[in-house]
């Protein structure tokens, strides 16, 4: 069986820092673009970053660029967001997911992935 989990959210006061992971199980992540989203109460599910299957290609939202950082380890089977310098706007539920993938780049179109994890808390509040 497919799956995603995601870890390491929580409470944080702006400024401060998270890193969440995406570990996968049940298949091999090293054919699967991967992708993080988030989704704040009362708003849209938005792309935040995503990651090409060997991790040469990288994309994110403007709103992260330059404090979020995506990485991967497919030794590992496993993702990462280091999410730095924490804003209370980057309060939100944020879920990994997996396409697989024969592309050098990857998108952040949600209805490009087919495998999505339940979700971490990240709140950013004093």
């Known amino acids: 069986q497919l799956q995603l989990v995601e870890s390491g959210g929580g409470l944080v006061q702006p400024g401060g820092f998270l890193r969440l992971s995406c570990a996968a199980s049940g298949f091999a992540l090293d054919i699967y673009a991967i992708a993080w989203f988030r989704q704040a109460p009362g708003k849209e599910r938005e792309g935040v970053s995503c990651?090409?299957?060997?991790?040469?290609?990288?994309n994110y939202a403007s709103s992260v660029k330059g404090r979020f950082t995506i990485s991967r380890d497919n030794a590992k089977n496993t993702v990462y967001l280091q999410m730095n310098r924490l804003k209370p706007e980057d309060t939100a539920v944020y879920y990994c997911?997996?396409?697989?993938?024969?592309?050098?780049?990857?998108?952040?179109?949600?209805?490009?992935?087919?495998?999505w994890g339940q979700g971490t808390q990240v709140t950013v509040s004093s």
């Open positions: 990651i090409s299957t060997t991790g040469g290609s990288t």
């Open positions: 997911a997996a396409h697989q993938s024969y592309s050098a780049m990857c998108a952040m179109e949600d209805y490009d992935y087919d495998y």
